[in-house]
Nanobody, 120 residues
């Protein structure tokens, strides 16, 4: 069982920065990718950014490119999301997602979410 704990959310003004952290613990077998998604009420959860654990390839939503940076600490099973130049439209619950397992047996693990609110 993989447990994900997110932290770093909060209320900030537009233009400010926040750094989200997510730590995976428990019985972990082979983390393949780590990432951040976000969701606002009435909308589908959407990818913000993700990063592979082998090679460190990153992928960003167009709306956050140039403002957000994802990074990881594989030794500590942690993933971070540095969010700069925040906009009101970034307001959402942010979820950490960690993909574990082997090919054909991947498992998605989700955190409980952390709320980010950006005021104008």
């Amino acid at each position: 069982q993989v447990r994900l704990v997110e932290s770093g959310g909060g209320l900030v003004q537009a233009g400010a920065s926040l750094r989200l952290s997510c730590e995976a613990s428990g019985i972990i077998f082979r983390i393949n990718a780590m990432g951040w998604y976000r969701q606002v009420p009435g909308k589908q959860r959407e990818l913000v950014a993700d990063i592979t654990t082998r090679g460190g390839s990153t992928n960003y939503a167009d709306s956050v490119k140039g403002r957000f940076t994802i990074s990881r600490d594989s030794a500590k099973n942690k993933v971070y999301l540095q969010m700069n130049s925040l906009k009101p439209e970034d307001t959402a619950v942010y979820y950490c997602r960690v993909v574990t397992g082997i090919p054909l047996e991947y498992v998605e693990n989700w955190g409980q979410g952390t709320l980010v609110t950006v005021s104008s």
